[in-house]
């Protein structure tokens, strides 16, 4: 039988950080670098409210989450997009820029959906060499051509844990052409406490050609929900309002962030709580000679090059404990995986778990 034809796009789909909630609640998921401790005490208060208007569609705009952004952050509200998570605001971007055959460049190692929303819309993707799990200034120019359209990195970067300075944002945004987008995905930029970081929303506010994406998921805890959104040049604003779906934004995912955002004590003590875990995660490995990235963002890339067992096996160990971790091959990392720092229940049973590995190898 002859059926209608679809397009034939050659692309592997996003596979999430492995769950175990499903089947067995009694799983510890440190796979998706989610927030460690939930949320916001505000934001469960708006499950309480019996007055919600479910019967209403949500407002198209987001205007009550953009004027908090916009306050909290003090940024422009007319610059301000929000989506179904970052994610939507990726696929946006892509749409709106990308031309079959056109071209973007992204990091060897960088999140996959902006290669999968790239070669959905048929422009081709080219990878630039990263140096020790960092993002090369030098080798993204060096991929440059006249078809270059955008320049996508997350800073700090996921799955690596590593992070371009402000001299480099600026080194970077200044060689490139100008004519090219560069997007900087700040999804972990609360994390970074060190002193030559900036996120790319404080460094490129007023810029024309730098689009910036922020993310509800991580710190804020809000993964669920799918809640995110992009700040760039109004035009650009303008222009992505024309393309995107009218209710992307659902009214619980708007009034939690408005919640969430709000909330600046949540905010520091998750940001502490990290930076504490982190390290004491990372200095445990070390002993047995599993070294990892500097405490960035909310995860830690384990790199088992010089460890006595293999990525693999260790993965295996974790699991037959129940915890699960994220495996890299997809990113085509070797040797190495993503641990998402849990809270100090699942830190500490983790910690009991590695010792006790250890023991036995
Ligand atoms: C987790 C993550 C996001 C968040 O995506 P959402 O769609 O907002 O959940 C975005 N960028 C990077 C690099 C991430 O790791």
Request: some cysteine.
């Given at each position: 039988?002859?059926?209608?034809?679809f397009?034939?796009?050659?692309?592997?789909?996003?596979?999430?950080?492995k769950?175990?909630?499903?089947?067995?609640?009694?799983?510890?998921?440190?796979?998706?670098?989610?927030s460690?401790?939930?949320?916001?005490?505000?934001?469960?208060?708006?499950?309480?409210?019996?007055?919600?208007?479910?019967?209403r569609?949500?407002?198209s705009?987001?205007?009550?989450?953009r004027?908090a952004?916009?306050?909290?952050?003090?940024?422009?509200?007319?610059?301000?997009?929000c989506?179904?998570?970052?994610?939507?605001?990726i696929?946006?971007?892509c749409q709106?820029y990308l031309?079959?055959?056109?071209?973007?460049?992204?990091?060897e190692y960088?999140f996959?959906?902006?290669?999968?929303?790239?070669k959905?819309i048929g422009?081709?993707?080219?990878?630039?060499?990263?140096?020790?799990f960092?993002i090369?200034?030098?080798?993204i120019?060096?991929?440059?051509?006249?078809?270059?359209?955008?320049?996508?990195?997350?800073?700090?970067?996921n799955p690596?844990?590593?992070?371009?300075?402000?001299?480099?944002?600026?080194?970077?945004?200044k060689?490139?052409n100008?004519?090219?987008?560069?997007?900087?995905?700040d999804?972990?930029?609360?994390?970074n406490?060190?002193k030559?970081?900036?996120?790319?929303?404080?460094?490129?506010?007023?810029?024309?050609?730098?689009?910036?994406?922020?993310?509800?998921s991580?710190?804020?805890g809000?993964?669920?929900?799918?809640?995110?959104?992009?700040y760039?040049?109004?035009?650009i604003i303008?222009?992505?309002?024309?393309?995107?779906?009218?209710?992307?934004?659902?009214?619980?995912?708007?009034r939690?962030a408005?919640?969430a955002?709000s909330?600046?004590?949540?905010?520091?003590?998750?940001?502490?709580?990290?930076t504490?875990?982190?390290n004491?995660?990372?200095?445990?490995?070390?002993?047995?000679n599993?070294?990892?990235?500097?405490?960035?963002?909310?995860?830690l890339?384990?790199?088992?090059?010089?460890?006595?067992?293999?990525?693999?096996?260790?993965?295996?160990?974790?699991?037959?404990?129940?915890?699960?971790?994220?495996?890299?091959?997809e990113?085509?990392?070797?040797?190495?995986?993503?641990l998402?720092?849990?809270?100090?229940i699942?830190?500490?049973?983790?910690l009991?778990?590695?010792?006790?590995?250890?023991?036995?190898?």
């Amino acid at each position: 039988m002859s059926v209608p034809k679809f397009r034939n796009i050659k692309i592997k789909a996003y596979k999430p950080g492995k769950s175990g909630i499903n089947k067995n609640k009694k799983y510890i998921k440190l796979s998706a670098n989610e927030s460690s401790l939930g949320v916001s005490t505000n934001v469960k208060k708006i499950f309480k409210n019996k007055n919600l208007f479910l019967h209403r569609y949500p407002d198209s705009k987001s205007k009550d989450l953009r004027s908090a952004i916009s306050k909290e952050l003090k940024c422009d509200y007319n610059k301000i997009i929000c989506g179904a998570g970052s994610d939507e605001i990726i696929q946006l971007i892509c749409q709106l820029y990308l031309n079959r055959n056109d071209e973007v460049i992204l990091p060897e190692y960088s999140f996959l959906m902006y290669r999968i929303y790239s070669k959905i819309i048929g422009a081709k993707v080219l990878f630039s060499k990263e140096v020790d799990f960092k993002i090369s200034v030098k080798n993204i120019l060096k991929k440059v051509t006249k078809k270059t359209k955008i320049v996508f990195i997350a800073n700090p970067n996921n799955p690596t844990g590593t992070y371009l300075n402000k001299k480099e944002l600026i080194s970077l945004r200044k060689k490139l052409n100008k004519k090219i987008l560069l997007v900087i995905d700040d999804a972990y930029h609360e994390y970074n406490l060190k002193k030559d970081f900036i996120s790319g929303l404080k460094l490129f506010k007023r810029s024309k050609n730098v689009f910036i994406l922020r993310t509800f998921s991580k710190l804020y805890g809000l993964a669920s929900l799918r809640i995110g959104w992009g700040y760039g040049d109004k035009k650009i604003i303008n222009a992505l309002y024309q393309i995107k779906p009218p209710f992307n934004v659902n009214m619980f995912a708007e009034r939690c962030a408005v919640e969430a955002i709000s909330d600046k004590g949540f905010v520091k003590k998750s940001v502490r709580y990290n930076t504490f875990w982190g390290n004491k995660i990372k200095n445990s490995f070390l002993k047995y000679n599993i070294s990892s990235n500097e405490i960035v963002c909310n995860f830690l890339l384990l790199n088992f090059k010089k460890c006595k067992i293999s990525s693999k096996l260790f993965m295996k160990k974790l699991f037959n404990n129940k915890i699960i971790v994220r495996n890299l091959e997809e990113y085509k990392i070797k040797n190495c995986l993503r641990l998402s720092i849990g809270n100090s229940i699942e830190n500490k049973y983790l910690l009991k778990v590695v010792k006790k590995i250890f023991k036995n190898v």
